[in-house]
């Protein structure tokens, strides 16, 4: 049987960029991109890129750089390699991450300043998401009141259990204008799961999303327009300095030959 690849709800080209603000000061700038479609490791996957930093005050106490490239199958957007290089404060890492979803396992390289590598991995669901890639997936799935989402969430140390219920339509007002949204109410949980480093067994396979804790660690919010291209417009979340919101500010689509 002939998979088919899943409706993309974004177009080639598309680069949206983000407001962010903490305690409703501004504290920075995000963006996210789709790039055309490439080999790697012999399969045509599609990329997407994002990139961050701190700005203004919120800079001088915290300074936060940081740079993403993932590639997806092309059928189900699940990721297959990402990478994340970041500068906190002072500290510079790099993570290299491969996705084997049909074996249930990631396989991450940290490169600690350049100089200090390390090798491990952790077993994840089969329907496991990076950061960048959550956004592009959530985006083509089919919502409506009351719709739940679940699926792994990967950072590069644990993995989580992500779920999330559309709550309710509601008007958001971004630097952008203002946008008839539908609203994501979502929470993680830690994935009970196996880590080792490279010389252990491989992990066997297994595809439950298996919750270690009941207790919600995190709780935060989405706001996705209510029509068909489901652009992220507002995030809210909580952080260690505060409420923060990411809000849009741009759109742009670049034309590739």
């Avoid at 100089?115 to 997936?137: A, C, E, F, G, N």
Wanted: glycine share 8%.
């Amino acid at each position: 049987m002939i998979q088919r690849p899943m409706e993309l709800r974004f177009p080639i080209g598309e680069t949206l960029t983000y407001d962010l603000r903490l305690l409703g000061v501004h504290a920075g700038v995000a963006r996210i991109a789709v790039l055309p479609p490439r080999l790697r490791a012999g399969r045509l996957l599609l990329p997407f890129v994002g990139a961050m930093k701190s700005e203004g005050l919120f800079s001088r106490l915290f300074k936060l750089v940081v740079d993403q490239h993932v590639y997806v199958d092309r059928h189900d957007l699940l990721p297959r390699f990402a990478r994340v290089d970041f500068v906190r404060q002072s500290v510079k890492r790099d993570l290299r991450f491969t996705f084997s979803p049909t074996r249930s396992r990631v396989s991450t390289l940290l490169i600690d300043g350049g100089r200090r590598r390390k090798t491990y991995w952790h077993q994840i669901p089969k329907l496991t998401l990076d950061t960048l890639s959550s956004v592009y997936w959530i985006r083509c799935q089919s919502l409506a009141l009351r719709s739940r989402l679940r699926f792994g969430l990967y950072l590069g140390r644990s993995p989580y259990v992500i779920e999330m219920v559309v709550r309710r339509r509601v008007l958001v007002s971004t630097p952008l204008g203002t946008y008839h949204t539908l609203a994501l109410e979502g929470w993680s949980t830690r994935y009970r799961a196996g880590r080792s480093s490279s010389n252990a067994p491989k992990p066997k396979t297994g595809d439950g999303f298996r919750i270690g804790s009941a207790q919600r660690l995190t709780t935060f919010w989405l706001y996705v327009t209510d029509d068909h291209q489901r652009i992220p417009v507002k995030a809210s979340f909580q952080s260690r300095f505060g409420t923060g919101e990411a809000l849009l500010s741009r759109v742009e689509i670049k034309r590739y030959k």
